[in-house]
């Protein structure tokens, strides 16, 4: 495993596939009557957040928990792109407290891949979403989410994504969480269609490792899983689309559209979900959505994620393996 | 003032020649010249060239002397080899007035590093909206002849109409930095393969190639002279050429980082990379080497545009755009032209002095090397080989994307009108 986490497209088959495993063990973990493990004890871990994202943050505080962590929790919102120095003068202050880690969200692309390559700071960096660049947690978790479905709880164990298809809907364009899906899937062996109006593609994407289709229809029937992506109703204004009702009868997914899909794909959303234009209550309810395990899933993707870059040498869940040797 | 004796130099690259500088002219150029009385410079194997003339220089004072200042600003072109710098018109206050303009150019006069010739904004504040008073810059002891919003690019078609009408009176040129606005919202690099991976919001070619067809068209229909800024991308090198072909008066400025790097290094995220126009591809690269070998682009420009660490050693989003560039910029020639064999010495004397002198009317500047011709030379160690090291700069900034790079050629003497203003590549 790498020091730090900033990109999707930095993890191996091997080192993908080996969280994937690990947050298998520390899902464990939310099944039993005390939720924790003493793993980071007495290490400090710091959720710095530039840029609003309550799910985000209280999801990785709950991984951070879990594993005995102590954690601190940094917002400084608006303080970033007009103020450039605050990053460094930040990170060099966490770095005086002596932090083992640090949790970032920033609204510049490539902020977290600075604060690791700059010689501001010792600690881990963990990227917890930058700009429109990358998201690996959010792959991670998703990819976890594909594994138990598509291939099994347990026996998905030790295997990748091999030979699934992977639909990803939306706005690909401001999209991290698209880019690193883009990367991890590939790296995993799957193959990934990326389907959004023309406007939201970016300029450049026919190097990347997917398929890019306009129409979604066509691309439904041969979908293990689908993954809408979140839209902003302010791109409306920018013109990446004339109407959000177009928009809806073009890209959205209704009960009609889900219809098309093989009887064992799965609907995924990042959240949070704009009911009625990227997806209907009717998909959005179903059994084949979900979102509320992606949610559970980032927790244990995060354990897995921050206890292999804090030097996880030891099995992450002692008790739980020695159960099964024993 | 004493007679100096350049011995053995080549002359534009050619063969071993003798320059005896008598006071502020070449008093005579030939082989075995006597010594007698002179101060001899021993020049053997190095090239002699004229002194070097940047049409593009940012020297930030007024208003930003924590970056760079007419003083440090000129000093570091006397140690890349250059005799005169035109200096951009963003200040604060902006160069729209002739009161601005006078400042700056009497200050290039008193430190006598190299002669500074201001450049006038196009428009009030570089807002583009009501036109500057060019008429009073050219009449002011400046005697502004180049116009340019630089940084910003004079969008409105009917401002860029007018302003290309007005300065023929006075025999002016508009220097265009070519950015089509909308196109360009929240652009941090080159739109393409890379700027898609790295999510960082895209500068597409059509920005400034849509700028660029325009504003030849103008200048044809209302018969001016317009100067395209710091051309970066293979298209518009196809528009100039077309332009050229049809004898419309259009000439183009290429930077050295233009022709050296590409927009790979954004990968790094290091805003040491990140400049206006942005970084483009290799192809493009490829294109701006030809098409200055070719003329189609007539001068290198640097675009030397200082910025304090501070705003360079941030996110990237967050860092000012621009890279130095007077000190480095003959090394960048050589590497990329001359050692390519795309240009000999005379074409580099061409590009980086003569063209960019016609083109600013800088008279005294770009003559020949020849008796009674003003002495204004500059002399290349075109052998050594180094590491760039920024520590050395005499810039007051240092936000060079070569630190640690070896580039070849060191500017080992530069003589403004006669008077030394670098010695062994030490300036006085």
Same mark, same amino acid.
């Given at each position: 495993?790498?020091?730090?986490?900033?990109?999707?497209?930095?993890?191996?088959?091997?080192?993908?596939?080996?969280?994937?495993?690990?947050?298998?063990?520390?899902?464990?973990? /939310?099944?039993?009557?005390?939720?924790?493990?003493?793993?980071?004890?007495?290490?400090?871990?710091?959720?710095?957040?530039?840029?609003?994202?309550?799910?985000?943050?209280?999801?990785?505080?709950?991984?951070?928990?879990?594993?005995? /962590?102590?954690?601190?929790?940094?917002?400084?919102?608006?303080?970033?792109?007009?103020?450039?120095?605050?990053?460094?003068?930040?990170?060099?202050?966490?770095?005086? =407290?002596?932090?083992?880690?640090?949790?970032?969200?920033?609204?510049?692309?490539?902020?977290?891949?600075?604060?690791?390559?700059?010689?501001?700071?010792?600690?881990?960096?963990?990227?917890?979403?930058?700009?429109?660049?990358?998201?690996?947690?959010?792959?991670?978790?998703?990819?976890?989410? =594909?594994?138990?479905?598509? #291939?099994?709880?347990?026996?998905?164990?030790?295997?990748?994504?091999?030979?699934?298809?992977?639909?990803? %809907?939306?706005?690909?364009?401001?999209?991290?969480?698209?880019?690193?899906?883009?990367?991890?899937?590939?790296?995993?062996?799957?193959?990934?269609?990326? %389907?959004?109006?023309?406007?939201?593609?970016?300029?450049?994407?026919?190097?990347?490792?997917?398929?890019?289709?306009y129409d979604l229809d066509s691309t439904l029937p041969k979908s293990? /899983?689908?993954?809408?992506?979140?839209?902003?109703?302010?791109?409306?204004?920018?013109?990446?689309?004339?109407?959000?009702?177009?928009?809806?009868?073009?890209?959205?997914?209704?009960?009609?559209?889900?219809?098309?899909?093989?009887?064992?794909?799965?609907?995924?959303?990042?959240?949070?979900? %704009?009911?009625?234009?990227?997806?209907?209550?009717? #998909?959005?309810?179903?059994?084949?959505?979900?979102?509320?395990?992606?949610?559970?899933?980032?927790?244990?993707?995060?354990?897995? %994620?921050?206890?292999?870059?804090?030097?996880?040498?030891?099995? /992450?869940?002692?008790?739980?393996?020695?159960?099964?040797?024993? | 003032?004493s007679k100096i004796l350049i011995r053995g130099a080549k002359v534009?690259?050619?063969?071993?020649?003798?320059?005896?500088?008598?006071?502020?002219?070449? *008093?005579?150029?030939?082989?075995?010249? +006597?010594?007698?009385?002179?101060?001899?410079?021993?020049?053997?194997?190095?090239?002699?060239?004229?002194?070097?003339?940047?049409?593009?220089?940012?020297? $930030?004072?007024?208003?930003?002397?924590?970056?760079?200042?007419?003083?440090?600003?000129? $000093?570091? *072109? *006397?140690?890349?080899?250059?005799?005169?710098?035109?200096?951009? *018109?963003?200040?604060?206050?902006?160069?729209?007035?002739?009161?601005?303009?006078?400042?700056?150019?009497?200050?290039?006069?008193?430190?006598?590093?190299?002669?500074?010739?201001?450049?006038?904004?196009?428009?009030?504040?570089?807002?583009?909206?009501?036109?500057?008073?060019?008429?009073?810059?050219?009449?002011?002891?400046?005697?502004?002849?180049?116009?340019?919003?630089?940084?910003k690019c004079v969008d409105d078609a009917v401002i860029m109409r007018?302003?290309?009408?007005?300065?023929?009176?006075?025999?002016?040129?508009?220097?265009?930095?070519?950015?089509?606005?909308?196109?360009?919202?929240?652009?941090?690099?080159?739109?393409?393969?890379? +700027?898609?991976?790295?999510?960082?919001?895209?500068?597409?070619?059509?920005?400034?190639?849509?700028?660029?067809?325009?504003?030849?068209?103008?200048?044809?229909?209302?018969? +001016?002279? &317009?100067?395209?800024?710091?051309?970066?991308?293979?298209?518009?090198?196809?528009?100039?050429?077309?332009?050229?072909?049809?004898?419309?008066?259009?000439?183009?400025?290429?930077?050295?980082?233009?022709?050296?790097?590409?927009?790979?290094?954004? $990968?790094?995220?290091?805003?040491?990379?990140?400049?206006?126009?942005?970084? $483009?591809?290799?192809?493009?690269?490829?294109?701006?080497?030809?098409?200055?070998?070719?003329?189609?682009?007539?001068?290198?420009?640097?675009?030397?545009?200082?910025?304090?660490?501070?705003?360079?050693?941030?996110?990237?989003?967050?860092?000012?755009?621009?890279?130095?560039?007077?000190?480095?910029?003959?090394?960048?020639?050589?590497?990329?032209?001359?050692?390519?064999?795309?240009?000999?010495?005379?074409?580099?004397?061409?590009?980086?002095?003569?063209?960019?002198?016609?083109?600013?009317?800088?008279?005294?500047?770009?003559?020949?090397?020849?008796?009674?011709?003003?002495?204004?030379?500059?002399?290349?160690?075109?052998?050594?080989?180094?590491? &760039?090291?920024?520590?050395?700069?005499?810039?007051?900034?240092?936000?060079?994307?070569?630190?640690?790079?070896?580039?070849?050629?060191? &500017?080992?003497?530069?003589?403004?009108?006669?008077?030394?203003?670098? &010695?062994?590549?030490?300036?006085?």
């Amino acid at each position: 495993m790498q020091r730090h986490l900033i990109s999707a497209a930095d993890l191996t088959r091997d080192d993908a596939v080996l969280i994937l495993d690990t947050a298998e063990e520390m899902a464990r973990v /939310a099944d039993r009557p005390i939720k924790k493990l003493p793993t980071l004890r007495g290490r400090t871990v710091v959720n710095l957040f530039f840029e609003d994202s309550t799910r985000t943050r209280i999801s990785f505080e709950a991984a951070e928990k879990r594993l005995s /962590a102590d954690v601190i929790n940094f917002t400084a919102k608006g303080s970033s792109v007009s103020k450039g120095e605050s990053l460094k003068d930040t990170a060099q202050t966490l770095e005086a =407290m002596g932090v083992d880690a640090v949790v970032i969200r920033h609204g510049a692309s490539g902020a977290p891949y600075r604060l690791a390559n700059s010689g501001w700071i010792d600690a881990a960096v963990i990227n917890a979403g930058d700009g429109t660049h990358q998201h690996p947690t959010q792959a991670l978790l998703d990819a976890f989410t =594909m594994r138990r479905r598509l #291939v099994g709880r347990d026996t998905g164990l030790g295997k990748d994504l091999s030979g699934r298809r992977i639909t990803i %809907v939306g706005d690909v364009l401001h999209s991290r969480v698209a880019r690193s899906n883009v990367d991890l899937l590939h790296t995993l062996g799957a193959e990934v269609t990326l %389907v959004a109006p023309p406007t939201l593609v970016p300029v450049g994407v026919e190097t990347w490792p997917c398929e890019v289709s306009y129409d979604l229809d066509s691309t439904l029937p041969k979908s293990d /899983a689908v993954m809408m992506l979140r839209v902003q109703r302010e791109r409306m204004n920018a013109a990446f689309f004339p109407t959000e009702r177009e928009y809806s009868r073009r890209y959205g997914l209704d009960g009609e559209r889900m219809a098309k899909m093989p009887e064992h794909a799965i609907v995924m959303h990042p959240g949070p979900m %704009v009911r009625g234009m990227e997806i209907t209550a009717e #998909v959005a309810d179903s059994d084949r959505c979900t979102v509320v395990e992606q949610v559970a899933n980032g927790v244990s993707i995060r354990m897995a %994620v921050l206890y292999l870059l804090l030097g996880g040498n030891e099995p /992450a869940v002692p008790n739980a393996r020695t159960n099964e040797e024993k | 003032m004493s007679k100096i004796l350049i011995r053995g130099a080549k002359v534009l690259g050619g063969e071993p020649q003798d320059v005896l500088i008598d006071g502020e002219v070449i *008093a005579e150029v030939g082989t075995g010249l +006597s010594a007698d009385g002179a101060q001899v410079v021993e020049a053997t194997g190095k090239v002699l060239l004229p002194g070097l003339v940047d049409l593009h220089t940012h020297l $930030r004072e007024p208003g930003r002397e924590d970056s760079e200042t007419v003083l440090t600003g000129t $000093r570091a *072109a *006397a140690s890349g080899g250059y005799t005169a710098v035109f200096a951009m *018109a963003n200040t604060f206050p902006v160069a729209d007035t002739a009161g601005v303009v006078e400042q700056v150019y009497r200050l290039g006069q008193e430190h006598g590093y190299c002669d500074v010739q201001p450049i006038g904004a196009v428009t009030v504040g570089l807002e583009g909206k009501k036109l500057a008073e060019l008429g009073a810059m050219h009449e002011s002891a400046a005697g502004v002849t180049v116009f340019s919003d630089d940084g910003k690019c004079v969008d409105d078609a009917v401002i860029m109409r007018r302003a290309l009408e007005y300065v023929k009176a006075f025999g002016g040129v508009v220097a265009q930095h070519a950015q089509e606005p909308r196109l360009t919202e929240g652009a941090q690099m080159n739109e393409g393969v890379v +700027s898609a991976e790295l999510g960082l919001g895209g500068w597409p070619a059509v920005a400034e190639e849509s700028i660029i067809a325009r504003d030849v068209l103008l200048a044809e229909h209302v018969g +001016s002279r &317009v100067h395209i800024c710091h051309l970066s991308t293979a298209g518009s090198v196809e528009i100039v050429r077309w332009a050229k072909s049809r004898g419309i008066a259009v000439t183009a400025e290429v930077t050295p980082h233009h022709l050296l790097l590409t927009d790979e290094l954004v $990968r790094t995220y290091n805003p040491v990379y990140k400049v206006n126009p942005p970084l $483009r591809t290799e192809r493009d690269v490829h294109a701006l080497r030809t098409a200055l070998a070719d003329g189609t682009i007539d001068i290198v420009a640097t675009d030397h545009a200082p910025h304090p660490h501070e705003d360079k050693d941030c996110e990237w989003a967050a860092a000012a755009m621009g890279m130095v560039g007077l000190e480095t910029a003959l090394s960048v020639v050589q590497e990329t032209m001359v050692d390519t064999g795309l240009l000999d010495w005379a074409g580099v004397a061409d590009r980086m002095s003569v063209k960019p002198a016609q083109i600013g009317q800088a008279t005294g500047h770009g003559r020949p090397v020849s008796a009674g011709e003003p002495a204004n030379l500059t002399l290349v160690d075109t052998e050594y080989r180094g590491q &760039v090291d920024p520590a050395g700069f005499a810039s007051r900034s240092r936000n060079t994307p070569y630190e640690g790079r070896r580039l070849p050629g060191r &500017v080992t003497h530069t003589w403004l009108r006669g008077k030394a203003t670098l &010695v062994d590549g030490k300036l006085t």
